[in-house]
């Protein structure tokens, strides 16, 4: 079967170039003539000025991204095409993490199901539609994830400001089933709760998972650990550290972090409800040292014109974090701001670690776990940088 009823959208020569090298994103620039009887989130024949064929895609119309691809040939985008991409999309995760029963199904683009996340926590599912195609397929999208799953629930997060981009309000509920109160699964050794309906992003950031357990093996002596939220790579540190300080602005995560550290009965966990950026300050003031520091702070830029004054946001918190470090302590620090790249946050600790007089090793250099697969043609699915140093 064909799609030759879908409407057709045509691209310009340069949109072809991009196309064809597997961009997975058009422009608007490069959309011509402009679609006037589309309303958005519709599946388009994509075709170049001659009008021949050259794939299928989602049609934005409020997004400065106005086609995102689905196919180079001419199938339908149907029932099977979803369930095909969806099992395609987990059968990666049966091999990269096989014992897992938390991890990230579906990671949008890079799974090639663009405007769709889906975070797996044992029986129930948080899930995130950030375009219209997937708002307006989200019944259909939940009744293939349901009948594959076999879930007791599906959580709808699609409470994410980049909504308001492709003209949706950001919402958030219970699409499916009951819902389940706090969840709690497991990294390493530790078990966490989180509350898929108000935790923040899908109520945990799981691209953190391999590095929280990474943590563990390094941490050491007194450990801090910034940004917190309820406690991932804490409780990790608090497994090999004498004493860790978890900094965390939200009173709602705090109180998690302590019910955490409960939970997994570790005693050494202090939480301080506070804005890091203060808190590395003021410590550094009263002169207090660690041994292990751990950095993982929100993104600091959404968009490329909030870049420099990220990196000076990412370089006065990596500064202190030095400065604050015993000879021979240990800094991770991460960094989920994709605008920020590996080689500019990499000069940005180099020039931390300068002001701070001190010499640092890299000792390595990590991203999401492999539940969050990069797609090779779109950088932007590579956004987490992870590093692991020694402040000599
Ligand atoms: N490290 C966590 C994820 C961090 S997300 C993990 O691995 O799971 C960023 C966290 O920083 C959020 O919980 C947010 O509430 C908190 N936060 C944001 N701004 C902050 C600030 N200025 N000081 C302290 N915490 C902050």
Known sequence: MTTSTNPTVRITRKGVDR????????????????????????VVRVEDQRGWFIGLAFYSKESKITLRWLSWEDVAIDRDFFKARLLAADALRQRACPDETTYRVVHGEADLLPGLVVDR????????FLHKATEQRKELLADLLTEQFGCKAIINRSDANVRRLEGLEPEKGVLRGEFPGPVTYREGHVTLEVDLLTGQKTGAFL??????????????GEALDCFSYVGGFALQLALKAKQVTAVEISDAACAQITANAERNKLTNVKVVSANAFDFLRDTLDEGKKFDTIVLDPPSFAKNKGALEAAIRGYKEINLRAMQ??????ILITASCTYHVGEE?????????AADAKRR?????????????????????TRYLKCFVLRVL
């Open 19 to 42: 196309w064809k090298a597997g961009h997975p994103w058009i422009y608007g620039a490069d959309v011509e003539p402009v679609p006037t009887s589309l309303a958005g989130g519709e």
């Open 121 to 128: 926590f044992g029986d129930y599912l948080s899930v995130q």
């Open 360 to 380: 640092v090793q890299i000792v390595e250099k990590r991203g999401a776990g492999k539940d969050h697969p990069v797609l090779l043609s779109l950088r932007e």
């Open 207 to 220: 691209d953190q998972r391999d590095n929280h357990v990474m943590a563990s093996e390094w941490a050491f």
């Open 324 to 329: 604050l470090l015993n000879p021979g302590g």
């Open 344 to 352: 500019r946050f990499e000069e940005m600790l180099d020039s931390a």
